[in-house]
């Protein structure tokens, strides 16, 4: 019996290769691992999609694309978010087949869809752009590359210095229909790297566009359209925190909409990290009466869902 529908939202740092220099080989073994915790939902009886980032992934392939341009014309960055939804996609299917077998659910299939995101030309995002792509670098390389570059550089919540691109709200999914097709079915692979951001013409013809959307804000809004239960939002830590690093930190088991919005308010997530995770959250957890959003780690993820860690997001302390 199926105990909930689930969108979950996985980061792209849980999908990293990490390693000097990091390969495809590499991500695939991270992803394997990172499939056999998402498998446990599945064996735990819950409906899934998967929804991933694609930061340090997408940012790899700008720079492979830059460094080789003498061979190659570098290519828009809406054509190498398509290329990260393929290859973490690839990894993603294969890695799931391979768990799914060991919980006795290789019937299951899993499959990508490489998906568009409509967004507005004059989101202002594209003014100030937040979103952290690429390796981590230390200050003094940041600034040489945004010198040489011209690229906007920022402090990535402690962890070092990435390039920051325009990450613009997206309000409609172009491919919703195929996916509401698929549910009852399979495990979709879903908006990767928070899907491609096009914009709509007057035509219904679309266009890609220069930007990285956040992949949480993606999986809020397929969780919307397609009616789960839950969205379960994966990241590094096991809770949101206030005074994130700071000695009064304070980890948070339940947060209200009215409670998080306040804590927005006050300044507590950072932006391009924890921030998009806690408005997408709270926008989750407003569009019905019983809804409820999770932000938690990987590893705690079933404990998570079964209310004994993480953060749960909602309208009420009583819901």
Request: with cysteine; proline share 5%; charged share 25%.
């Amino acid at each position: 019996m199926c105990k909930g529908k689930i969108v979950i939202a996985l980061g792209g740092n849980a999908l990293q290769a990490f390693g000097s220099p990091p390969t495809a080989e590499c991500q695939l073994e991270v992803v394997r691992k990172t499939c056999d915790f998402i498998a446990q939902i599945v064996a735990n009886d819950y409906e899934i999609a998967l929804v991933h980032g694609n930061g340090p992934q997408v940012g790899r392939i700008v720079l492979a694309l830059e460094t080789a341009k003498e061979v190659t014309p570098p290519l828009p960055l809406d054509v190498c978010d398509a290329m990260s939804q393929g290859y973490i996609g690839y990894h993603l299917q294969q890695a799931m087949h391979e768990a799914l077998i060991r919980i006795q659910k290789g019937h299951i299939p899993v499959v990508t869809i490489v998906t568009q995101m409509v967004v507005e030309r004059d989101d202002p995002a594209f003014k100030t752009p937040t979103k952290p792509i690429g390796p981590f670098y230390s200050e003094e390389e940041a600034k040489t590359i945004a010198k040489e570059k011209g690229y906007v550089m920022k402090e990535d919540a402690g962890r070092g210095w990435r390039r920051v691109v325009a990450s613009p709200i997206p309000n409609h999914i172009v491919e919703i229909d195929s996916i509401k097709r698929l549910w009852d079915s399979t495990i979709v692979v879903f908006a990767g790297g928070g899907g491609i951001p096009v914009i709509e013409h007057e035509d219904g013809s679309f266009e890609g566009v220069s930007a990285v959307i956040d992949k949480d804000y993606a999986a809020e809004l397929l969780a919307e359209q397609v009616g789960v239960d839950t969205l379960l939002i994966l990241t590094e830590v096991e809770k949101v925190a206030i005074n994130y690093n700071k000695p009064d930190q304070k980890n948070l088991d339940i947060l209200t909409v009215e409670e998080a919005e306040r804590y927005i308010a006050e300044g507590h997530f950072a932006p391009g990290s924890m921030l998009p995770k806690v408005q997408a959250a709270v926008k989750f957890a407003k569009s019905g009466e019983d809804r409820k959003a999770i932000i938690t780690s990987l590893f705690k993820a079933v404990d998570a869902l079964e209310g004994k860690t993480g953060t749960l997001i909602t309208r009420s302390k009583g819901q």
